[in-house]
């Protein structure tokens, strides 16, 4: 496994919330799809394997919402860690628009953080190896819950680069669930500067993801 760039997808995996409709600063937000229960949990699986966790809690008070990350990965070969990963990573939204994000991550024993905030042109970003930058008004963080994101400058929160993503939707497919239970999603291919599969339940949820770099890496949700 590619570990580099394994982590640019995973970590971009730990590695989404509500956009704008549309790119214009003054246009109406889209409604945010919170998860029954308020949680969102899965199994990360390398050539089937299972590495990891990638899980999101989400809490509304009123008009605000956060939404708290938090990836662990761990490669073992021979009963030998060669890989370590963790994100902790934590979103904020108002009246259903993007605020801020501030995310952490341990990538093997090198510390990286992307520090995002809303301003009159778009967005404050700084990352550890990123000069400071505004991002566009349509910015939103890669984070995966909200299918918004695929309309969006997608802003990655473990390197702070941003670009747009190409999608095409790739059909309804019955997905795994960690207990071995099928979920009914659309399936979205991604591609250009991210290349990766993820997919929505019938309910906007977000449902699962996939990507090929040197093996196949999957989530499998954790039903509770």
Known sequence: MNRRHFTTQAGSAAAIAVALNGT????A???LVIPPGGKLAFNVLHNGT????HRLDFTQEGETLSVAINVALRVTIAGITVFT???QAQELWSSGVFQSLHSKVDNNGTSLEVHAAKCAAGYNIEGTNV??????PNTMPLTYWNSQMLNAMIL???TAHSYPAKVSPGGWNR???ADGELILAQRYDVTGK???SVWYDQQDVWSGLAFHLHGDESYQKIIT
Do not use: R
């Not at 299972?50 to 966790?53: E, K, L, S």
């Open 24 to 27: 214009g600063p003054c246009q």
């Open 131 to 136: 000069p400071p930058y505004i991002g566009p």
């Open 85 to 87: 990963y963790a994100l």
């Open 50 to 53: 299972p590495i990891g966790t």
């Open 194 to 196: 991210l290349n990766l």
């Open 156 to 158: 990655n929160i473990q």
């Open 175 to 177: 997905l795994p669930a």
């Open 29 to 31: 937000a889209a409604a």
